[in-house]
C-alpha cells in the first residue's frame, strides 16, 4: 500500500493503479479511523476492483473553536488499519496540496445545507463541498463513499456531484454502531465513561420518537419531548431535534415516507449528531 502526501507522486501512482483496476472506489476520511470507516472501506472493496482512502483533517470545514487542533490524529495506526483491509492507496496531502497559496474558491451548495449542522456550524458545508469537489478531481474515482452518519452531508455532497457533473456514483453506507446504538464516531473519543454512558440516550431518544411518529402522534411534541428527554439525560444543549423529507431534506410537520429524523446535542464539550429512518 502506496501512502503519497503531492499531487505528482499522486498522479503517477494513480495511474499504475489504472492500468490494473478498472473501477476505483474513494473512501474520504479525516482519519482517527474507527469500525464506522471501516466498514465503508469494506463496502468499498466489495464493489470496486481498487480502493485510494483519503486522510485529510480539513482546515475549512472547522468553523471558529472548533476542535480542529484538538481533533485525533493518528496516522501510523489508520495506515495499518488500511493496509490491512488491502487499500491500494492512502491519499494524505498535506494543506498546501489542497489550498495551494492565493486559493481563492469555494464550492457552496444552498438548500439541503440549510439548518441542521448548516444552522449551528456556518460554514461547515461549503468547507466540506469544496474538499470534497477537490479529492473527486484529484483521484477521479468510478465511486466514492460516505457514511450515513453524516446525513446532511451525503446530501450536500450528492447535490454537489449532480450539480457540477461529476459522473461517479456516490454510494451513501449505513451507520455503524456499537453494541448499546450509539453511532460511532471520532469524536466519541473525547467522552468520559460517564458521559459515554449517558450518551446512549441519543439513539434511545430518536428511536422511541420515530416509533411514536410513525404510529401518527403528534410530531412537534414528541420532538419537544425528545429535547428534553436529552436534556434530563446528560446532554446540556440540543443544537437540533428534526423530522426532515429524507432525500430533499424539507422541514416535515405532517409525517410522510421519506422521512428522517436528525438530531445534534453536546455533551460535556462533545457534539454528537445521529439519524434515524422513520419507516
Ligand atoms: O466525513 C468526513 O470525514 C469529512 O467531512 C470528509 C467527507 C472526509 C470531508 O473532509
Known amino acids: 500500500m502506496q501512502i503519497v502526501r503531492q499531487l505528482g507522486p499522486l498522479r503517477e501512482a494513480l495511474g499504475v493503479i489504472r492500468k490494473t483496476k478498472r473501477k476505483l472506489g474513494l473512501v474520504p476520511t479525516m482519519g482517527a479511523l474507527h469500525a464506522g ?9 466489495a464493489q470496486c476492483d481498487g480502493v485510494v482512502a483519503s486522510i485529510f483533517v480539513n482546515p475549512t470545514q472547522f468553523g471558529e473553536g472548533e476542535d480542529l487542533d484538538a481533533y ?3 496516522e501510523t ?6 493496509e490491512g483491509a488491502g487499500v491500494d492507496l492512502v491519499w494524505t496531502p498535506t494543506v498546501d496540496q489542497v489550498y495551494p497559496d492565493g486559493f481563492a474558491t469555494n464550492v457552496s451548495v ?9 444552522g449551528s456550524r456556518p460554514g461547515h458545508f461549503d468547507g466540506v463541498a469544496t474538499v470534497v469537489a477537490k479529492l473527486f478531481n484529484q483521484i477521479r474515482p468510478d ?13 450536500v455532497i450528492r447535490r454537489m456531484a449532480r450539480d457540477l457533473d461529476f459522473t461517479h456514483d456516490i454510494v451513501g453506507v449505513p451507520t455503524v454502531r456499537d453494541a448499546d446504538g450509539l453511532a460511532l464516531s471520532s469524536r466519541n473519543a473525547y467522552l468520559t465513561p460517564e458521559q459515554r454512558g449517558q450518551a446512549v440516550a441519543l439513539p434511545d431518544t430518536m428511536r422511541d420518537a420515530a416509533k ?4 401518527g402522534g403528534d410530531i412537534a411534541s414528541i420532538l419537544d419531548e ?11 444543549n440540543v443544537d437540533y431535534f428534526e423530522l426532515r423529507n429524507a432525500e430533499t431534506l424539507e422541514n416535515m410537520t405532517v409525517f410522510a415516507k421519506p422521512a428522517r429524523l436528525l438530531a445534534a446535542a453536546h ?4 457534539r454528537l449528531i445521529d439519524n434515524i429512518a422513520v419507516a
Not at 465511486?143 to 446530501?155: M, P, R, S, T, W
Not at 425528545?226 to 446540556?236: E, M, T, V, Y
Open 37 to 45: 470507516h471501516m466498514h465503508l472501506v469494506e463496502t468499498a472493496m
Open 72 to 74: 485525533p490524529r493518528q
Open 77 to 82: 495506526a489508520d495506515a495499518a488499519l488500511l
Open 110 to 118: 444552498t438548500g439541503v445545507s440549510a439548518g441542521l449542522c448548516g
Open 143 to 155: 465511486a466514492a463513499f460516505f457514511g450515513e452518519k453524516d446525513y446532511q452531508q451525503l446530501a
Open 212 to 215: 411514536s411518529i410513525a404510529k
Open 226 to 236: 425528545a429535547q428534553a428527554k436529552l436534556l434530563a439525560s446528560g446532554f446540556h
Open 267 to 270: 455533551i460535556g464539550s462533545t
